[in-house]
């Protein structure tokens, strides 16, 4: 089981800024170990941030981001209180959903 | 950090040549640390040392909540930023990470010979760095406060001193080569001048911190043997009175400078 | 804990109760600071624990910057009279080698870390603390500026008798720099194997060849 991502969210003025942090090391697949070895591929694939069930953000990554990814991005909508989740996937099918409260 | 490579690559391409270049390259890069502060990955390894923390482990699966940081048991708000200190139990100096090390042995029974040999960034290292994150990031802001009240304290410092200065190795480094004078930097990178108080959250001040360049979480530990890697100086070994000494000097002399620990390096 | 640390840590308590009276005076915290040393330290890989030893030079200069003062100037003279006697000059009287070469070898740092082995070619390490060539940026300024090095002191023909003197002081200070500064901060590249005579002569070319980016 992956290590859980820290998820913040903060609304003002009717937009909810969400800042998640995903602790994932996001290889690439074409990296070398000391060895020569190529690292195996394992990176988030795909992203989905939903705010009561409803689906406010879609992200298709690849290889190219860098371990441990930062993500911030806004939305319309949201209240004090009420709950925007988070689930990445990756090539390996893992998966992590982790949620926050907007504060 | 190979999208954010892009990007500063970018706004380095646009500058012209000479000082104008170097301006434009500096901006760069604070504008590339700026970015990435927000979303410290180091965040990760703090919610992993709190765990670590409270967690019952080890042969005597217990949790570390009664450790002893020097401000009594399981306190550890504060504890940072008087570390490293005297501690009558071990009757040693000890910085954070070797008196987590006699918390894990006597409370949970690990070896602590055996955590001493693992490599960094392995098995109980890691525990160590993220345990060392979370309770530097629980003085975040606060003074640095180390004690200079016993004698062993009082004898660390000067040693460490005398450390600070000894020229060796094939290229007759000493830590001041580097951290001796003011405003000096080795190439892009900015050093502080660790002979006096370099100013909050610098130097002392700002480890453990997370690496951008390798994606690592260092601890002190790790950064002064990287430090006399570079030196071209044999290895100090991990926890040694040389290491700790250093600390209570570099620590001292920063008595009165604010931390920023967990902080964010190239 | 571990038995070395016991051992020296009794020793320093030790010296610490019998030396003092108040305020640790008595103390003789240069030769703890030696303990520690040598407990300390270990092997490793290419990197030995006697590279520690300090030659005599090397001690005068960390006991002043422990004590905050500059070597007193006789001292000063020894050493770098002493200095001066070590400087090797190339065996087939040429000083220059190709400043191409030379801009590589100041761009390299690496070698003789325990991070590196024995077929490591080593660098010189001079961009870290100089400023060399105008189209690098990344300079280090722990050292002066290097920039115009053979231009500003007239040396248009690094092979004319003129340039005889700046040739063989840029040569010297390069093999052994404490041979023009007893402390000098700049390692003892020929004296101490850092870099072989092929390489310092690429590095002299960088610096004194008026068609080298430096003198432009």
């Excluded at chain 1, 800042?19 to 988030?44: C, Q, T």
């Excluded at chain 2, 954070?96 to 055996?114: D, H, I, P, S, Y």
């Excluded at chain 3, 407990?39 to 030995?48: E, H, L």
Aim: glycine share 8%.
């Amino acid at each position: 089981m992956a290590d859980p991502m820290r998820i913040r969210a903060n609304n003002k003025d009717g937009v909810t800024e969400v800042r998640v942090l995903m602790s994932h090391p996001m290889e690439s697949g074409v990296r070398k170990d000391a060895s020569g070895a190529l690292v195996p591929a394992k990176y988030i694939t795909d992203l989905d941030a939903t705010h009561n069930g409803k689906t406010v953000l879609k992200a298709m990554f690849s290889g190219a981001v860098s371990q441990n990814p930062f993500l911030s991005f806004k939305f319309k909508g949201g209240a004090k209180g009420e709950k925007v989740a988070v689930k990445w996937v990756d090539n390996k099918g893992e998966s992590r959903t982790d949620e926050a409260t907007i504060a | 950090m190979k999208t954010r490579l892009v990007i500063s690559a970018v706004l380095m391409a646009a500058a012209t040549t000479g000082a104008q270049a170097q301006d434009a390259a500096a901006a760069g890069i604070a504008k590339f640390r700026e970015m990435l502060a927000d979303g410290n990955p180091a965040e990760l390894f703090e919610m992993k040392g709190e765990e670590l923390w409270k967690q019952k482990r080890g042969p005597k699966n217990a949790s570390l909540e009664q450790c002893d940081l020097g401000l009594g048991p399981g306190v550890v708000q504060g504890a940072f930023v008087q570390l490293p200190r005297y501690f009558a139990d071990t009757k040693r100096v000890q910085d954070l990470e070797t008196r987590l090390v006699t918390c894990m042995e006597t409370l949970q029974g690990f070896n602590a010979e055996e955590i001493a040999r693992t490599p960094f960034l392995k098995g109980e290292k890691e525990t160590l760095a993220a345990l060392a994150t979370w309770i530097g990031g629980l003085s975040k802001d606060m003074r640095f406060a180390v004690p200079q009240k016993h004698e062993a304290e009082k004898t660390m410092y000067e040693v460490g001193k005398r450390l600070f200065f000894a020229r060796g190795g094939s290229h007759d480094f000493s830590c001041a080569s580097c951290h001796g004078a003011d405003n000096t930097r080795i190439r892009l990178q900015d050093l502080p001048n660790l002979t006096k108080n370099p100013g909050d959250g610098v130097g002392f001040a700002a480890w453990p911190a997370y690496r951008i360049s390798n994606s690592q979480m260092w601890t002190m530990q790790h950064r002064l043997n990287d430090c006399y890697r570079q030196q071209r100086f044999p290895e100090p070994k991990w926890g040694s009175d040389a290491t700790i000494a250093l600390s209570v000097y570099m620590g001292v002399n920063a008595n009165g400078a604010a931390s920023i620990v967990p902080a964010l390096k190239r | 804990m571990n038995k070395t640390y016991m051992t020296v840590w009794a020793s320093m308590a030790l010296a610490a109760v019998a030396g003092c009276s108040t305020g640790g005076s008595g103390v003789d915290y240069d030769k703890l600071a030696a303990d520690v040393t040598k407990a300390s330290f270990q092997d490793k890989n290419i990197v030995k624990v006697s590279a520690l030893t300090q030659d005599e030079n090397m001690a005068a200069c960390s006991a002043a910057n422990v004590a905050g003062k500059p070597l007193d100037e006789a001292q000063a003279k020894a050493i770098e009279a002493a200095a001066l006697k070590t400087i090797r000059f190339p065996a087939d009287g040429k000083f220059l080698g190709d400043w191409k070469e030379g801009e590589k070898i100041a761009q390299s740092g690496r070698g003789m870390t325990w991070s590196d082995d024995a077929k490591t070619v080593n660098g010189g390490n001079c961009y870290n603390c100089h400023q060399i060539d105008k189209k690098e940026i990344s300079y280090g300024t722990i050292g002066p500026s290097l920039y115009n090095y053979g231009k500003l002191r007239g040396v248009t023909d690094p092979n004319a008798e003129a340039a005889k003197a700046m040739v063989e002081y840029t040569w010297g200070k390069l093999w052994n720099s404490q041979a023009y500064n007893a402390c000098s901060m700049m390692p003892r590249a020929g004296h101490k194997g850092v870099m072989n005579e092929q390489q310092l002569k690429h590095i002299m070319a960088l610096l004194l060849d008026p068609k080298s980016p430096v003198n432009q």
